[in-house]
């Protein structure tokens, strides 16, 4: 498969993933609402994985509803448990988001919105970080949701949501996530692109049914699960409307026969990126650090602007997340020589690829979206668990044919 440096995009699926789901796809097959034996062993599997992902998040098994993918996590969340919390606590048809967020949570504001909500679109700094300040403006008393990512998929920025550990100040000094629990106000929080490598334990624990953290969402094939698999953890006491009507799964937040198969492989990558967490987080960014350097060397060795997007690497940044523009130089065309040299990159979120719009991320940070912008010269390398050193080399191998023809 040559060089894969795209795993923001997906993750291959993980040897431990695939052996775990396998006896659910040949074996154990049945229907888990069915009451037979052979449904109820399938009933087990899917206890079993439900328990699973609930310890990784810190939550209870009860307050995971099984999705098919983040996507409709995100809105299941923002379409589901806001119109439920403003018709339940008489809250006003009030949403604050961010500039930076994902289409997931994005299209589904504007639903809102077309529905006469008031939506508040609060903006970043230059690497992508939401303005706290201005978010702590924004968000009432009255707001029926927030919601605010984890971390961004397209440059890989880790979002204040716990700030420095502060109660939350009218500045919202403490984090978006005691802004919220201050305020009674319920914070969604998009962690797709962070579970394998943030702590969701602690992010869970940054709310209550009152206000604070009150959904996470999460993807499986982002941490080596399989595709067509996630969920949204929803807090005990947090009304949610479904979405899917029909056969009342899920406690009737979900309707729609569960996937065991793709729930356990979804349990299996969480409870395996927990525990490789810590040390992953040193691999990874060690990987990701050495990329940085040997790109931004490489631009400078061909006399190209290269600008590494997002936070610097750190704290504030994934670990195993490098972005970067090439101002004056087609970013498609770069990509286009890498994968011709067996490199796989990408130019930002997969779900918008083909959409012939700037990154409304890059623009969001201030980079010009025009014709010619900075904004679309975008290139994407992201690490995961089946990095290693030969892929980092192979990309600074490649890349300084692609920086000179694409100056061509």
Same mark, same amino acid.
């Given at each position: 498969?040559?060089?894969?440096?795209?795993?923001?995009? @997906?993750?291959?699926?993980?040897?431990?993933?695939?052996?775990?789901?396998?006896?659910?796809?040949?074996?154990?097959?049945?229907?888990?609402?069915?009451?037979?034996?052979?449904?109820?062993?399938?009933?087990?599997?899917?206890?079993?994985?439900?328990?699973?992902?609930?310890?990784?998040?810190?939550? =209870?098994?009860?307050?995971?509803?099984? @999705?098919?993918?983040?996507?409709?996590?995100?809105?299941?969340?923002?379409?589901?448990?806001?119109?439920?919390?403003?018709?339940? =606590?008489?809250?006003?048809?009030?949403?604050?988001?961010?500039?930076?967020?994902?289409?997931?949570?994005?299209?589904?504001?504007?639903?809102?919105?077309?529905?006469?909500?008031? %939506?508040?679109? %609060?903006?970043?700094?230059?690497?992508?970080?939401?303005?706290?300040?201005?978010?702590?403006?924004?968000? @009432? $008393?009255?707001?029926?949701?927030?919601?605010?990512?984890?971390?961004?998929?397209?440059?890989?920025?880790?979002?204040?949501?716990?700030?420095?550990?502060?109660?939350?100040?009218?500045?919202?000094?403490?984090?978006?996530?005691?802004?919220?629990?201050?305020?009674?106000?319920?914070?969604?929080?998009?962690?797709?692109? !962070?579970?394998?490598?943030?702590?969701?334990?602690?992010?869970?624990?940054?709310?209550?049914?009152?206000?604070?953290?009150?959904?996470?969402?999460?993807?499986?094939?982002?941490?080596?699960?399989?595709?067509?698999?996630? #969920?949204?953890?929803?807090?005990?006491?947090?009304? #949610?409307?479904?979405?899917?009507?029909?056969?009342?799964?899920?406690?009737?937040?979900r309707s729609g026969t569960v996937d065991v198969a793709s729930a356990v492989g979804l349990a299996t990558a969480?409870?395996?990126?927990?525990? =490789?967490?810590?040390? $992953?987080?040193?691999?990874?960014?060690?990987?990701?650090?050495?990329?940085?350097?040997? &790109?931004l060397a490489a631009g400078a060795a061909a006399g190209v602007e290269v600008v590494l997007t997002g936070a610097?690497?750190?704290?504030?940044?994934?670990?195993?997340?490098?972005?970067? %523009?090439?101002?004056? #130089?087609?970013?498609?065309?770069?990509?286009?020589?890498?994968? #011709?040299?067996?490199?796989?990159? !990408?130019?930002?979120?997969?779900?918008?690829?083909?959409?012939?719009?700037?990154?409304? &991320?890059? &623009?969001?940070?201030?980079?010009?979206?025009?014709?010619?912008?900075?904004? =679309?010269?975008? &290139?994407?390398?992201?690490?995961?668990?089946?990095?290693?050193?030969?892929?980092?080399?192979?990309?600074?191998?490649?890349?300084? @044919?692609?920086?000179?023809?694409?100056?061509?």
């Amino acid at each position: 498969m040559g060089s894969y440096l795209d795993h923001a995009a @997906t993750s291959p699926p993980t040897r431990e993933v695939l052996e775990a789901v396998w006896p659910y796809l040949v074996q154990v097959t049945a229907n888990p609402a069915s009451v037979h034996t052979p449904g109820q062993q399938a009933r087990e599997g899917l206890e079993r994985a439900r328990a699973t992902a609930a310890a990784a998040i810190g939550c =209870r098994p009860g307050e995971v509803v099984l @999705t098919s993918g983040g996507t409709e996590a995100d809105g299941l969340a923002v379409l589901g448990i806001a119109p439920a919390l403003a018709a339940a =606590r008489g809250r006003d048809r009030h949403l604050v988001t961010s500039a930076v967020e994902h289409s997931a949570v994005m299209e589904p504001a504007r639903e809102l919105e077309r529905r006469g909500w008031r %939506v508040d679109v %609060v903006g970043v700094d230059g690497s992508g970080r939401v303005d706290v300040g201005a978010l702590a403006g924004a968000v @009432t $008393e009255r707001t029926a949701l927030v919601s605010v990512m984890h971390a961004n998929n397209e440059v890989g920025t880790i979002q204040p949501i716990a700030g420095a550990g502060r109660a939350g100040g009218a500045d919202g000094s403490g984090g978006v996530a005691a802004l919220c629990a201050e305020r009674g106000v319920a914070l969604h929080v998009d962690a797709v692109q !962070s579970a394998g490598v943030l702590d969701l334990r602690e992010l869970w624990a940054l709310g209550s049914a009152a206000g604070g953290v009150v959904a996470v969402s999460v993807s499986a094939h982002k941490l080596g699960g399989l595709r067509g698999s996630g #969920l949204l953890a929803v807090r005990s006491g947090v009304p #949610l409307e479904p979405l899917a009507l029909g056969g009342g799964q899920e406690r009737g937040r979900r309707s729609g026969t569960v996937d065991v198969a793709s729930a356990v492989g979804l349990a299996t990558a969480l409870a395996a990126a927990a525990a =490789r967490r810590e040390r $992953e987080v040193v691999r990874l960014a060690g990987l990701r650090d050495r990329l940085v350097a040997g &790109v931004l060397a490489a631009g400078a060795a061909a006399g190209v602007e290269v600008v590494l997007t997002g936070a610097a690497p750190g704290p504030e940044r994934l670990p195993g997340h490098a972005s970067f %523009v090439l101002p004056g #130089l087609s970013g498609e065309v770069v990509l286009a020589e890498l994968d #011709l040299a067996g490199v796989a990159c !990408s130019s930002g979120s997969a779900c918008s690829s083909d959409s012939d719009d700037a990154s409304h &991320v890059l &623009v969001a940070m201030g980079l010009d979206g025009g014709p010619a912008g900075a904004a =679309r010269s975008s &290139v994407r390398c992201t690490l995961g668990w089946s990095s290693t050193d030969a892929d980092v080399d192979a990309l600074l191998d490649a890349l300084p @044919t692609a920086l000179a023809r694409a100056r061509l």
